[in-house]
Nanobody
């Protein structure tokens, strides 16, 4: 079993920025496809961003339409950490944010394709 640990969630004003981090203590994230999802209170879990890479090619990433151009997903292989930089935050970005990893396959927007999950970190954007 792989444990993912998110951090960086906070209360921020609209227009502000945050950086979320996700690590796997004791494990190497390697080239697993990884993603960020979020779940607002009373709503279903939704896709935010995903990234995939190999030792031989540049990383490839995809984003949900509501965050395209504002959020950036990246991975620092030396720090073994997945990041989500969130700029120009809006109140509708308020949610618990989860990182997820797949053991195999390509990056996916479907949360059911991911095998490992973190516990989530709360992001609250005030008006």
């Amino acid at each position: 079993q792989v444990q993912l640990v998110e951090s960086g969630g906070a209360l921020v004003q609209a227009g502000g920025s945050l950086r979320l981090s996700c690590t796997a203590p004791g494990r190497t994230l390697s080239t697993w496809p990884m993603g960020w999802f979020r779940q607002a209170s009373g709503k279903d879990r939704e896709f935010v961003a995903a990234i995939t890479w190999s030792h031989y090619t540049e990383p490839n990433s995809i984003y949900a339409a509501p965050v395209e151009g504002r959020f950036t997903i990246s991975k620092d292989k030396d720090e073994n950490t997945l990041y989500l930089v969130m700029n120009s935050l809006k109140p509708e970005d308020t949610a618990v944010y989860f990182c997820a990893a797949r053991r195999y396959g390509d990056m996916s927007t479907d949360w059911t394709d991911y095998h490992y999950w973190g516990q989530g970190t709360q992001v609250t954007v005030s008006v």
